[in-house]
């Protein structure tokens, strides 16, 4: 195997594609991924110019999670200051001070009555560690029966096993399970639009619903106020204080997973809040650690916590090898300080405005269903599937990054993305729905 920094790009990509998958992707891959040789700010560098750029801006954020940028200087620090102390320690039987202070910071930021924290690897297991929660609070409670869970249509989670349960049951692949998963209950997806009225048809097809199975039910899921990769869908928060009323009136445990929207995406700290609601149990992730490093924080309320103590079985069943690791806890504190530090709200609010100026005009092209931004997102939805190649090509020849999926040409741009950036990102949204 020959030394990582002695490959050329073109050795590089040809190993990548013998032996590397990449997510939701064939093997051998079928498109050839760009190679990035360093990112810094909101730029990441190619290992060799595709159509013509050496260097694009970040549209995608990595995913949700590089809310400061690349390469940011009081996280490196974080992270060179813990690499120094230590890397990595077990977490049964052993503390330490970056996981400590983390946790005691999330329950400070997140909403009152979230008291406990349980830190894990990926948004996917912290559902899957929701999951649980949920199910061992009622088996503690002598309630057993209510182990199914009610989430509505439309909805992304991860891809394990539970989440992919959640996940909405006709979109996407995790069709491909449904004989296998667990089976769930399906309310109709929430009627789009942030600002739209709370529809009183939609919150009595909850109702009776929830009523329905409420023995049955151990928690309703959600994602809060967008749905994101279920489709990018937006919706009133009211919608929530809806579900909350009715959990707290059937008996039924709210998750709400605040992967995707948590640290201020949508314009709030936490989806939540635009609903003013504490749920149950809370997922975290994706930009806790400014996506230096893959981590992530399920937290409940005390009475969920006291109730899994009162058990059969005292204790959370559940202790992943990387617990609280040390590095990835020192950078999330470093990053949420870093965020609280600033004036988030504004820069949120900022990006917000250029985004609505810059894709508007996307609305009158041929082929475009729908514009919508909230927050620091925008989305463009397609009449058709989108040509995912052809979009990427477009934007890359506007000198930006963007990763298209289903008809959805969508950017979450890093909270430090300038006005020219954000307004450059917009020029590809379009190029890419215009091509793709
Ligand atoms: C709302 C939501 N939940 C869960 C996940 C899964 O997180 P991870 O990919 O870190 O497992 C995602 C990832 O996109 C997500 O958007």
Known sequence: MPDQHSLSTAGLLALDRQHVWHPYGPMPGRQEPLVVA???????????????????VDGMSSWWSAIHGYNHPVLNDAVTAQLGRMSHV???GLTHEPAVRLAAKLV????????????ADSGSVSVEVAVKMCLQYWRSAGRSGKTRLLTWRGGYHGDTWQPMAVCDPEGGMHELWSGQLPRQVFADAPPG?????????????LRSLIAAHAHELAAVIVEPVVQGAGGMRFHNPGYLRVLRELCDEYDVLLVLDEIATGFGRTGALFAAGHAGITPDVMCLGKALTGGYLTLSATLC???????????EVPVLAHGPTFMGNPLATAVALASVELLLSQDWAVEVKRIEAGL???????????????????????????DHEVDMAAATRAAVREGV???PFRDLIYTMPPFVTGDADVARI???????????
């Open 38 to 56: 360093s990112a810094a700010g909101v730029r990441l560098r190619l290992g060799a110019p595709a159509h013509g750029r050496e260097e694009l």
């Open 90 to 92: 077990m977490f049964g």
């Open 108 to 119: 400070e930021i997140t909403p009152d009555g979230l008291e406990h924290v349980f830190l």
């Open 193 to 205: 639009g942030f600002d739209s009225p709370v529809d009183p048809a939609y919150t009595a097809h």
């Open 301 to 311: 309320t005390a009475r969920v916590a006291e109730g899994i103590s009162r058990g």
């Open 356 to 382: 609505l100026e810059g894709l508007a005009p996307a609305a009158a092209l041929p082929g475009v269903r729908d514009v919508r931004v909230l927050g620091a997102i925008g989305v463009v939805q397609l």
């Open 401 to 403: 990054w963007l990763r």
């Open 426 to 436: 917009c020029r590809a949204v379009r190029a890419a729905a215009q091509e793709g």
